[in-house]
């Protein structure tokens, strides 16, 4: 007997684009759009101290996306997580395990860092200083990092109040892990009434049954290609870790 099939019914996808695209309050407004990537860091890729799988995978096309809002002059907003060494801003599932000795996301590593192609040539290694004091860290023109303490990129951070500041009322996320910070990150977007956009293949852990969920509280889901489209650009380039 063969299993059942995984794969997004065509006819379902294609209902629900045109539902989100014909809403007046969920239609992305691409002119004021701006990217977040969510916790892709080193240590989160193939081999790293925290790796998440698919992270990898995905990465080139996150790499894709970043030019092709840079190219268009629209924001770009990195969220990272750092773990102090003593454990003491670490998730409680977590926790037990770095003040055992674990590693990962430590302040001043290079795991810590945001894998290669995400940010501009030249940008800045991050400041753990700076981001643990919950100061935007500018890495390049219109490009900042974050750092949030919990799942949600919006808890406890000033994304928000950056956000507004830049007119953006349009996001589009991509990033690490679904089933954790970009869903919570999602959600909270949703309650403070942003226009949401997923780049399905520039974000690891996505599944069938969560594109339906988001597609549910009124998020688009699009491949990369088609972001770059909406944008006016199209950019291919390569990604990975020193």
Not at 43 to 51: I, K, P
Not at 76 to 100: L, Q
Request: glycine share 8%; charged share 25%; hydrophobic share 40%.
């Amino acid at each position: 007997m063969l299993a059942p099939s995984h794969k997004p019914s065509y006819k379902r996808c294609v209902a629900s684009r045109e539902r989100i695209e014909a809403d007046p309050y969920l239609a992305p407004r691409w002119e004021t759009s701006a990217l977040l990537t969510i916790d892709t860091q080193c240590d989160t890729l193939d081999g790293g101290a925290l790796e998440i799988p698919g992270t990898s995978a995905a990465l080139p096309a996150m790499t894709r996306l970043a030019e092709a809002f840079r190219t268009s002059g629209r924001p770009i907003v990195h969220v990272v997580r750092v773990y102090e060494r003593d454990g003491a801003n670490v998730d409680v599932c977590r926790r037990a395990a770095v003040e055992a000795g674990a590693r990962m996301l430590a302040p001043g590593e290079a795991g810590t860092e945001l894998a290669r192609g995400l940010v501009p040539d030249g940008a800045p290694r991050l400041d753990p200083a700076r981001l643990l004091a919950g100061e935007l860290q500018p890495l390049g023109p219109g490009e900042v990092a974050i750092y949030k303490p919990r799942w949600g990129a919006f808890y406890d951070t000033p994304l928000e109040e950056h956000l507004r500041a830049s007119g953006t009322d349009t996001l589009v996320f991509c990033g690490c892990n679904f089933p954790n910070c970009p869903r919570a990150s999602i959600y909270e977007a949703s309650e403070r009434d942003f226009r949401l956009v997923v780049a399905r293949d520039a974000l690891s852990g996505l599944y069938e049954r969560g594109e339906q969920e988001l597609a549910s509280i009124g998020v688009l889901l699009l491949a990369v290609e088609e972001v770059e489209s909406a944008l006016g650009t199209d950019q291919r380039i390569s990604s990975g870790c020193p």
